[in-house]
């Protein structure tokens, strides 16, 4: 399938070329009726696709004939028409009210449609509310929540990073990713950040396959359509600017436990006979909390961040080897670490023209976003953005436009170490509160995670985005023209890690002991203050070692610079013909190529040992050998489509599309597939039976069904690839040997999975379409999904070789509800919710039924856990002579054979003398019995005992499913008034459901209890004799395990990470036209913005983000910080004020 | 009309230039090497990158960064040479769930010194023999061929050995099965010996096949050969001791004899380096006791930990306890029981580094070290210099997992040694030619007359008197079932190959699993002699005082407890705190069990995996 078809059916068009009109330029201006310009207004060839937007001055400009009919139309607006005559300029003003947004056009699939005949799942954004005067860094970061179904998560605070956007539920698959194809004016974008918010013009989803499937095999996980605005101003050049200024801080007060955290420590370690010191570098003891308590007492109120740490005053040594150092002083990590309140700011300009038949755009974006580690020399991320776009219509048939767009991108941040699981921020949340911050008394840094932030290096990650557009388009008659767009784009990226050798006053290694000029011992009371040695409570003085603890070579002395170098061909060309047979009978054709080659290839660049620290270059460095990588990949994709609207009477819309694509990711065998899809809509709402009431103005019932074939999958899968590089093993010659490893198992004959939609639509305007529903019901099917080939034993001394043997199913709805009224006193109000929800079941993958395993039937992203019932009491256990539990061995008596022998504390019987139920399998470790305050499991099946079965689903013991990971009720609503040039609007975003077991720290109570880290939610509230009705059980150090002893995965701990968020509130004013004209201003609005600003949540004052995902950051996706929960740059909220300025 | 036809023009353009390439859709891999014909297994440096891949997994030496499998010291840790506090690690008591894996980075199993139930070294080592026959044979010469089938043999010899030291029985597989050869895959253990002759024919093939000489470092056929007289050793006292067959156990031994006869007899290598030199040097290139070794270089990024775990400071948990330095014989040659040297009663670790084999001084600290449970520091595998850092900070060389001292991977001293064992036990009861003194001149004596290295002449330290046949030492611990010769061959090892990777196999094969059993012999649980005020006064502390967990041992089984106010009473064997034996064993625990789960998956495709023997 080449050009064979295509070209003839293009030639025999050509043949039915009709006459020539004669086309001129017409530029205008909308306003309201009170003349405030009305930018987003939609000004419309009747009869025709000619469509284009109005600016944020409410001026256009479009080609038309003179006696053709342009058609106003805007959201909450009357549309209006007006005749082209003889002037070339149209002004317009549009009443409010009796709205119609069902004649709004929505940008689709290689052409545009209007609302009402939208017979695919395709939202729209409303961009002016949703992006424009916000202070957010990207149109991810702003789309969140306001479209159905498009899910938007942004799992850290960290500077530049991607949000994560999904489009319909969790996964479509186990191979391959689920990220939706992102395109700007239809190609394809790496990133969402290279967009400057303020140049798009409208945003689309296309959810559905029938909707996507013309864009083919990247299009398998939806696509997000975006278009930038074009040949706006007139003769006078317009300029637009907007500014904003705002100050980010920590998204909540993150409290850590302090003496708390220390007594837990104690407690945990007293509770299994370790009277002694707990910790790693710094100690506690029973004795030493107790001096922590006074120290608290003493000093707590005068003693703060900025002032030194003092040996005797808040710190001593202990032990026979003098080694151990014992705090008193707590610190609270965040004094030092975040930086409050840090700046970012915004400015966009954009001027545009139209000068005869030849318009122009010309934007410019600046970004500059403070990070929040506040020890660092440098963390931001800036962006620039520019783009020019100029469009001429040669004569009436042939119109060129051109365009180029660049973003650079520089995220600059401290570069302490390479590690990606274990950067400072792990250590932040590791160590305990008398791990010291700041300095020593000699003016020495204390080595600690905001020490290294401080001395480290600036790293800068820039990504240099450019694109070149050139395009035609060739008028043949009114209603056939072609489209042909090229486009290249090359991103280079190049990232640089200068590292260091980090000095300061060591609070890992031992202490020195301080001696005066003579060498003598030097004794300190416990003010710190120097004494003689024989003075009361005299005690020898020690100071940390200050010196280079990075040895020569090690972690991060070194610097690293890899180049990545993306470029992209893209061509889009097609045809579209518009045939309207009779008014009832009306058809569009479009036919098309689309062809897409993209190469990508990198470098890596490492030496280690600088030998200037201050300013690291490969010059500086010597360590041997260089360390060198780099590899090369390219693909390329050709797709031929066409597509077929049939419009009967307007009210039978009937939509096919059918695609042809070729990708180079497979054997040449593989490389082609069809996709079709097909929808319908029935416009109920133009029957007959329909039109004598008032309520109900538009009612559309439309279906679809589609398929798309995914080519996200990895060639190692078709390929029997060798991985090959450096051995192990050093050679005779002294050099580390090549190697060539095993060459996988594939099956041969493996195909393309097939990404199928159904997808059950309903439109509804009522009172007067002031008020729109849409609801979408959907099932996405991902049939011959790849999966590993079932029953193949160990003996085959491979993983299984996969193959299109399973398949996945997700269900989901969507509702978006949109309300718009102007009141007679000039009151505007307008309401937009939306709420989405999906499940996705695995359906086939194997004969496991193992409940951790991918059963059959799994709902993804399920947890099996135990139930809790509460913790143990004194009262439950039978006390021995002394009071206290009685450890014993257990019999055939108190529990199954299989747990004969284990030891436990002795229960009582029940109220009516039932036996008692022992969970001694769930005791992981040799010295943790369950005893009073531990927690009390509920004996779910009854057997009389807590097990876990044979963990299948025929015998799965007490576990059940208690919660889900992914997120469930995915909403956001925002409702917005205006009144004589005031605004305000708010706009809540937020997840109904979702259930994370945690990991570390900041998740399991006890997690490490000895390294000492806690949150105060955690130790402010844990079981102790004295407080029996905690939440969280007794003290114990859980060793680092988030599934053993009291922390087995269960409901009670479970982390609840629904949340509702006030995303944005804005209060806006425009200033008085009348006023503005005077000094030539046509617009002006100043407003301020709160992002982020207010997050409820139900994490009991944990410090997690309820957004944070395990394990993934911009540096490292599946292991970040060793996937314990909440371990990163904290999110952040934001105040702002801004100005939009036109003239 | 012009215009018309310009128009035309411009789109016909814009569609041929989009469809102007037909292959472009094709976009192989550029980086990668395609298993295919042709595109692949080209030549000889093909071949031998693939079979590169191989080195590492078989020529362990100290393994790389904190990794410690088939490494010594760190990863040979289940034997009776050594004690830890509390309780010593249990022997396996029941089947797992699941036991197995098929990837090529499975960790080893510790408590069985070999693999987990893994075939995916033998689906390598079978794709090298099929690439070799199907796509390279036709692109090299015959000798080639041929070399790199006997590297490929050898590679899938030495893994069944492995599997089968293990496991016993296993599944026997010549070639790659595919997929859909169900049957085959799901088939059930092949018997020891089926398994062991397919092996042995492998082995024949090697020594038949392999070159002499492939460049430095590369396998060749006395690297192999040393190998082999280890693997067959093995297996031939294994079937002998265990009464499985002996028709074969003579034939494995024939072949452990014939392989190091092979390399004996080459003269390539001989016994020219101190004992100490072998383990802790920082280049083995030229050490002539060295058949093969493996090369460390902070610069290349290949470092180990094992130096740092002999270096007086980290500790390893577990540590050479005194039926261990019981069994290191005399300076005389006699053992200590029957010495005349007056004090070879004295079992401070100052007197048994002057008096005892060299070895002794060159495994062990020659003084009690804290870090060691039993106060008897191993530094065998660290420099004089490296023990010099105690109490300062490590140079890389010596502290962490930077260490870059080379590993011997294969040496004479073990092929002698395994020669040796192979001949007496062939005399003993087989019937062959008896050992000559000139059989024990060429090994044992060989290794006894090492030359001392200088720091250890400084201290004393003194060759030990060869192995006589005419006297030799009558041992009151000698076990009845062994005799003089063959008891005296085992201590050679357990001197040679103290902290390596020996112990554990060598009791599998003799039966004496049950030197496991510490309740046999309260030695276990001690540590050299010690005059504790005097030589580790920091021990007595008055934390130790509370806790009562410092303990010496007299002479008279009277035990004392440091309670703060009698250090001058602290002076005996040294209790390693709180030890006690691990649990019960029977003889199940020769071999690992398989899986539960694999078992169950067996039945419910309708095929059959047998349980381990004593384990069903």
């Known amino acids: 399938m080449t050009i064979k078809w295509t070209l003839p059916f293009l030639l025999g068009m050509f043949f039915c070329l009709a006459s020539f009109a004669q086309s001129r330029t017409v530029t205008g201006n909308v306003s309201t009726e009170d003349n405030t310009p009305l930018p987003g207004v939609t000004v419309n060839v009747k009869g025709t696709d000619h469509t284009v937007i109005t600016d944020p001055s409410g001026n256009f400009s479009i080609s038309a004939n003179t006696g053709q009919t342009l058609v106003f139309s805007y959201v909450g607006y009357n549309s209006k028409e007006s005749v082209i005559g003889t002037s070339n300029s149209v002004s317009v003003s549009l009443n409010r009210n009796n709205a119609n947004r069902l004649q709004d056009v929505v940008v689709v699939g290689y052409g545009t449609q209007k609302r009402g005949d939208v017979t695919g799942a395709i939202s729209t954004v409303d961009v002016s509310k949703t992006l424009v005067a916000r202070p957010i860094a990207d149109v991810g970061r702003g789309l969140q929540g306001a479209v159905s179904g498009l899910n938007v998560i942004i799992p850290s605070g960290e500077v530049g990073s991607d949000p994560i956007l999904k489009i319909r539920g969790a996964m479509t698959s186990f191979q391959g990713s689920s990220t939706p194809l992102i395109l700007l004016d239809n190609v394809e974008i790496p990133s969402i950040q290279v967009v400057n918010p303020n140049e798009i013009a409208s945003i689309s989803v296309l959810k559905d396959a029938a909707a996507a499937s013309i864009y083919g095999a990247k299009a398998s996980n939806g696509v997000i359509l975006i278009t930038t605005k074009k040949g706006s101003g007139t003769s006078k050049p317009m300029v637009t600017y907007s500014g904003n200024l705002s100050w980010q801080n920590v998204w909540k007060d993150l409290k850590m436990g302090e003496l708390n955290a220390l007594k837990y420590t104690v407690d945990a370690a007293e509770r299994v006979g370790n009277f002694g010191i707990s910790g790693a570098f710094y100690y506690v003891d029973r004795d030493s909390y107790n001096k922590a308590v006074q120290w608290q007492k003493l000093y707590g109120g005068s003693i703060g961040p900025d002032d030194p740490t003092v040996f005797g005053r808040d710190w001593y040594v202990q032990g026979s080897a003098h080694n151990q150092k014992m705090g008193m002083r707590t610190y609270n990590p965040y004094d030092y670490m975040i930086k409050e309140w840090a700046p970012t700011q915004q400015h966009d300009i954009t001027v545009g023209q139209t000068l005869g038949k030849t318009s122009f755009n010309l934007g410019l974006g600046y970004l500059d976003q403070s990070g929040m580690i506040k020890p660092a020399k440098k963390d931001d991320f800036t962006r620039y953005n520019a783009s020019l776009r100029v469009s001429t219509e040669v004569n009436k048939h042939i119109t060129i436009r051109g365009g180029a767009m660049y973003s650079r991108r520089d995220k600059e941040y401290p570069y ?728 | 009309m012009r215009k018309y036809n310009y128009i035309c023009g411009l789109g016909i353009a814009c569609l041929l230039f989009i469809s102007c390439k037909k292959d472009f859709l094709d976009r192989p891999p550029l980086t990668s090497y395609v298993d295919a014909d042709g595109q692949f297994w080209r030549n000889e440096d093909d071949i031998r990158m693939f079979a590169t891949d191989f080195y590492d997994n078989y020529f362990n030496g100290y393994n790389t960064s904190f990794t410690a499998d088939y490494a010594p010291v760190r990863g040979y840790t289940f034997n009776d040479d050594v004690t830890g506090k509390n309780v010593q690690s249990n022997f396996e008591s029941s089947v797992p769930s699941s036991r197995g894996s098929s990837s090529e980075n499975a960790a080893w199993m510790s408590q069985y010194a070999g693999p987990t139930w893994d075939f995916a070294w033998v689906r390598k080592a079978n794709i090298f023999i099929d690439r070799l026959d199907k796509n390279a044979k036709p692109n090299i010469t015959d000798e080639a061929y041929k070399h790199w089938t006997a590297v490929a043999r050898f590679f899938r010899g030495y893994e069944y050995s492995r599997l089968v030291s293990v496991f016993g029985d296993v599944p026997y597989f010549g070639r790659v099965v595919n997929e859909s050869e169900l049957d085959t895959l799901y088939k059930d253990r092949d018997p020891r010996g089926y398994v062991m002759d397919k092996v042995y024919d492998d082995f024949q093939y090697v020594l038949a096949n392999m070159r002499e000489n492939d460049g430095t470092q590369n396998l060749n056929k006395y690297i192999a050969a040393a190998f082999i007289s280890r693997l067959m050793l093995f297996e031939g006292t294994y079937e002998h001791y265990h009464g499985l067959d002996a028709d074969r156990a003579k034939k494995y031994l024939d072949l452990a004899v014939q392989a190091a006869d092979l390399v004996m007899n080459s003269n390539k290598y001989s016994f020219g380096s101190d004992f100490k030199s072998l383990f802790s040097s920082e280049s083995l290139a030229g050490n002539p006791e060295v058949i093969l070794y493996r090369a460390y270089d902070a610069a290349l990024q290949i470092t180990h930990c094992i130096g740092s775990y002999s270096n007086g400071t980290e500790t390893v948990g577990v540590d050479g306890n005194l039926v261990l330095a019981k069994s290191f014989i005399m300076n005389d040659g006699n053992v200590w029981e029957n010495s005349s040297n007056p004090d070879a009663a004295d079992f401070s670790i100052a007197n048994l580094a002057k008096t005892r084999d060299p070895r002794f001084e060159a495994t062990f600290i020659d003084k009690p070290n804290g870090s060691a449970t039993t106060l008897l520091y191993e530094d065998k595998f660290a420099s004089r210099d490296a023990i010099t850092y105690i109490g300062k900070t490590y140079p890389p060389e010596w502290g962490s997992n930077t260490n870059t001292s080379d590993a011997p991977v294969i040496r004479l001293g073990e092929v002698v040694l395994n020669w040796i064992e192979a001949k007496a036990v062939l005399a003993q009861d087989f019937g062959e030619t008896p050992v000559t003194q000139d059989d024990l001149d060429r090994s044992i004596n060989a290794i006894r007359n090492r030359p001392l290295d200088a720091a250890a002449i400084a201290k004393g330290v003194q060759k030990t008197a060869p192995l006589e046949l005419s006297a030799l030492p009558d041992d009151p611990q000698r076990d009845a079932d062994v005799p003089q010769l063959i008891w005296e061959i085992r201590r050679e090892r357990r001197m040679e190959f103290a902290f390596e990777n020996f112990r554990l196999l060598d009791l599998k094969r003799w039966k004496k699993l049950n030197y496991m059993d510490f309740s046999t012999n309260a030695d276990y649980f001690l540590g050299p002699w010690i005059n504790l005020p005097v030589e580790y006064p920091s021990a007595l502390t008055s934390a130790a005082a509370t806790k009562g967990n410092v303990k010496v041992k007299k002479s008279d089984g009277t035990i004392v407890t440091y309670n703060g106010t009698n250090a001058s009473d602290m002076v005996g064997f040294w209790m390693v705190d709180n030890a006690k034996n691990r649990n019960s064993f029977t003889d199940q625990n020769y071999l690992s069990p398989v899986g539960q789960a694999q078992i169950n998956d067996y039945k419910d495709k309708g095929y059959t995996l047998t349980q381990t023997v004593g384990w069903q």
């Open chain 1, 416 to 1143: 302490a170490t390479s590690s990606t699981t274990a950067d400072p921020w792990l250590y932040l949340y590791r160590w305990g509160p008398i791990y010291p911050f700041g300095n020593d008394q000699n003016g020495n840094p204390i080595r600690s995670p905001v020490s290294e932030f401080a001395a480290a290096n600036t790293a800068s990650l820039l990504q240099n985005y450019m694109n070149v557009n050139l395009g035609t388009t060739l008028n043949f008659t009114n209603n056939w023209n072609l489209n042909f767009d090229y486009t290249y784009s090359t991103q280079d990226e190049t990232w640089k890690r200068p590292g260091t050798r980090f000095t300061a006053a060591d609070s890992w290694s031992a202490p020195l002991a301080r001696v005066d000029e003579e060498g003598n011992p030097v004794y300190v009371d416990s003010t710190g203050n120097v004494v003689s040695s024989t003075a009361p409570g005299a005690m020898p003085a020690y100071d940390l070692n200050n010196h280079t603890y990075t040895s020569l070579g090690g972690n991060p002395d070194h610097i690293i610079r890899s180049a990545t170098d993306f470029a992209s061909s893209t061509i889009n060309a097609y045809t579209t013909y518009n045939w309207k047979l009779t008014e009832n009978h009306q058809f569009k054709f479009i036919l098309g190529v689309n062809r897409v080659a993209a190469a990508t290839e990198w470098q890596y660049q490492r030496v280690n040992q600088l030998t200037d620290i201050i300013n690291p270059q490969f010059n500086f460095a010597v360590g041997t050998p260089p360390i060198v990588d780099g590899d090369k990949t390219w693909e390329s994709q050709l797709g031929y489509f066409g597509r077929i609207n049939y419009a009967f009477k307007d009210k039978y819309l009937i939509e096919g599309n059918l695609r042809r694509d070729g990708s180079s990711k497979f054997p040449s065998n593989l490389w082609w597939r069809w996709y079709p899809s097909v929808s319908a809509g029935w416009i109920v709402s133009n029957e007959k039976f329909l039109q004598k009431q008032n309520v109900v103005n538009f009612f559309k019932i439309r279906g679809s069904w589609g398929s798309i074939g995914d080519q996200t999958v990895p060639n190692t899968l078709y390929l029997p690839l060798m991985p090959s590089g450096l051995s192990n093993w050093i050679g005779g010659n002294g050099a580390r040997s090549p190697y060539v490893g095993t060459p996988p198992a594939i099956t041969h004959d493996i195909s393309w999975q097939d990404i199928e939609t159904k997808n059950l639509g309903v439109d509804l305007g009522v009172f007067e379409n002031k008020m729109t529903v849409t609801f979408d019901l959907y099932q996405r099917n991902t049939n011959n999904m790849i999966v590993p080939l079932e029953g193949i034993p160990l003996t085959y001394g491979t993983g299984a070789p996969k193959g299109n043997f399973g398949s996945l199913r997700t269900n989901g709805w969507e509702l978006t509800i949109e309300f718009n009224h102007r009141f007679e006193n000039g009151i505007g109000v307008n309401f937009m919710g939306n709420i989405s929800d999906s499940k996705t079941f695995i359906e086939e993958y194997g004969t496991s039924t193992g409940v951790n395993s991918n059963y059959n039937g799994k709902n993804i992203g399920e947890i099996w856990g135990y139930r809790t019932d509460r913790l143990y009491q004194m009262s439950d256990f039978d006390l021995g002579s002394d009071g206290k539990p009685q450890l014993i061995t257990l019999t055939a008596d108190d529990v199954p054979a299989k747990y004969v022998g284990k030891k436990a504390y002795k229960l009582k019987p029940g109220k009516n003398g039932e036996k008692p139920v022992y969970q001694v399998f769930l005791q992981n470790s040799s010295n943790f019995f369950f005893g009073p305050g531990d927690v009390k499991f509920k004996d779910v099946n009854g057997d009389g005992v807590i097990d876990n079965g044979s963990a299948l689903l025929s015998d799965h013991g007490d576990l059940e499913v208690i919660g889900n990971s992914n997120p469930r009720y995915n909403y956001g609503f925002r409702l917005g008034a205006n009144y004589k040039g005031f605004d305000i609007s708010v706009f809540f975003q937020g997840v109904g459901s979702r259930q994370v077991w945690g990991n570390g720290f900041l998740a399991i109570p006890g997690d490490q209890s000895s390294d000492g880290a806690s949150p105060a939610t955690f130790v402010d509230d844990y079981w102790t004799p004295d407080n029996t009705n905690a939440f969280y059980p007794a003290a114990y150090n859980n060793g680092g395990s988030n599934d053993a002893n009291n922390m087995h995965v269960q409901d009670r701990y479970l982390l609840n990470m629904a949340y509702i968020r006030l995303k944005n509130l804005t209060v806006g004013y425009s200033l008085p036209q009348n006023l503005l004209k005077k000094v030539g201003v046509n617009s002006l609005r100043v407003y301020g913005a709160l992002e982020n600003f207010i997050t409820w949540d139900h994490l009991r004052g944990l410090p997690i983000d309820p957004e944070y995902i395990d394990g993934y950051s911009m540096w490292n996706s599946d292991n970040y910080n060793l996937s314990r929960t909440g371990m990163g740059t904290p999110a952040f909220k934001s105040a702002s004020v801004g100005i939009q300025l036109n003239f």
